[in-house]
């Protein structure tokens, strides 16, 4: 079994089974610049179609990313993605980019107009005000993974440092980065159709699974897009936070210190995405239920 934590010394074929395998736990421990993204953008397509798009296009674009910066790596020209502060930059980056998105949806078609039992969804005074909706731009999930896929973190510095360097020839040292990047895919993929299926099975009507769906979308979006200019902010300005965490004794990347990249995943998919979401559901099912015996 591969070294995941500290591999080094490999052979090519050993360095492009490591790289794929780094891959796939990247995609599945929560890391800032994967889940949060893929599940804004995957809900708010509210099926498992619109879910699996969403990844793939995310996904894709990281993994070209990943490929040109192990081919730079092989080069030696990847250094600078080490620089200090640069992480803190993308925060702010990825962060003007999620509320973009989220400006995006809220520009969109609105909702349609609601009618249960007789009652208009607007008339409720205790329902959440959202009604000018549309699905985000398409392409953002892309731009978004380009983007975030210059992050520097121990996955990076095994990709560019040991990986990519085993490579015998300058032909191949797009090859790590893009192995990576398939095993982050295939992860994130099956993420989005999974989060985009949470959206769809929900026994409502179809108004309610979208205006649900892309509400929670929106919130995530605008709301976990200006917690990531903040923490990119708090950390250029206070560098010790964001090398701070608490560490945690495992030998997995991402789960080795939970410090301000775990706050920002976890708290910007469970404390905004699923709390938005269980929120609005619970307001659709007790409309539903209140208007249930006017039928």
Same mark, same amino acid.
């Given at each position: 079994?591969?070294?995941?934590?500290?591999?080094?010394?490999?052979?090519?074929?050993?360095?492009?089974?490591?790289?794929?395998?780094?891959?796939?736990?990247?995609?599945?421990?929560?890391?800032?610049?994967?889940?949060?993204?893929?599940?804004s953008y995957?809900?708010?397509?509210?099926?498992?179609?619109?879910?699996?798009?969403?990844?793939?296009?995310?996904?894709?674009?990281?993994?070209?990313?990943?490929?040109?910066?192990?081919?730079?790596?092989?080069?030696?020209?990847?250094?600078?993605?080490?620089?200090?502060?640069?992480?803190?930059?993308?925060?702010?980056?990825?962060?003007?980019?999620?509320?973009?998105?989220?400006?995006?949806?809220?520009?969109?078609?609105?909702?349609?107009?609601?009618?249960?039992?007789?009652?208009?969804?607007?008339?409720?005074?205790?329902?959440?005000?959202?009604?000018?909706?549309?699905?985000?731009?398409?392409?953002?999930?892309?731009?978004?993974?380009?983007?975030?896929?210059?992050?520097?973190?121990?996955?990076?510095?095994?990709?560019?440092?040991?990986l990519a360097?085993?490579?015998?020839?300058?032909? /191949?040292? =797009?090859?790590?980065? $893009?192995?990576? %990047? &398939?095993? *982050?895919? @295939?992860?994130?993929?099956?993420?989005?159709? +999974?989060?985009?299926?949470?959206?769809?099975?929900?026994?409502?009507?179809?108004?309610?699974?979208?205006?649900?769906?892309?509400?929670?979308?929106?919130?995530?979006?605008?709301?976990?897009?200006?917690?990531?200019?903040?923490?990119?902010?708090a950390g /250029?300005? =206070?560098?010790?936070? $964001?090398?701070? %965490? &608490?560490? *945690?004794? @495992?030998?997995?990347?991402?789960?080795?210190? +939970?410090?301000?990249?775990?706050?920002?995943?976890?708290?910007?998919?469970?404390?905004?995405?699923?709390?938005?979401?269980?929120?609005?559901?619970?307001?659709?099912?007790?409309?539903?239920?209140?208007?249930?015996?006017?039928?």
């Amino acid at each position: 079994m591969p070294d995941l934590w500290n591999p080094s010394h490999l052979d090519p074929a050993a360095a492009l089974v490591t790289a794929l395998l780094l891959g796939l736990v990247h995609g599945i421990t929560p890391d800032e610049h994967t889940w949060p993204i893929t599940f804004s953008y995957a809900i708010g397509g509210y099926s498992t179609r619109a879910g699996l798009r969403a990844g793939l296009l995310f996904s894709a674009s990281f993994t070209v990313q990943r490929a040109l910066a192990s081919q730079l790596a092989w080069f030696g020209l990847a250094g600078w993605m080490g620089l200090a502060g640069l992480d803190q930059w993308l925060y702010i980056l990825v962060g003007l980019l999620m509320a973009l998105g989220g400006r995006l949806l809220a520009r969109g078609r609105a909702l349609p107009h609601l009618h249960l039992g007789g009652r208009c969804h607007a008339d409720d005074p205790g329902f959440p005000a959202q009604a000018a909706h549309g699905r985000a731009a398409r392409w953002m999930p892309a731009v978004h993974g380009f983007v975030a896929g210059w992050g520097f973190g121990g996955f990076a510095l095994i990709l560019y440092a040991t990986l990519a360097p085993a490579m015998p020839s300058a032909w /191949l040292g =797009w090859l790590p980065g $893009a192995l990576f %990047g &398939l095993g *982050t895919a @295939l992860v994130q993929v099956a993420a989005g159709g +999974l989060f985009g299926r949470m959206a769809a099975r929900r026994h409502l009507p179809p108004e309610a699974i979208r205006a649900i769906a892309l509400t929670t979308a929106y919130r995530t979006l605008v709301w976990g897009g200006l917690a990531y200019v903040l923490a990119g902010i708090a950390g /250029l300005l =206070w560098p010790r936070l $964001a090398e701070a %965490g &608490l560490h *945690t004794g @495992l030998h997995v990347h991402n789960l080795a210190t +939970l410090g301000l990249p775990f706050v920002l995943a976890v708290g910007v998919v469970l404390g905004v995405g699923l709390g938005s979401f269980m929120q609005q559901l619970r307001a659709w099912r007790r409309l539903a239920a209140e208007a249930a015996p006017s039928r």
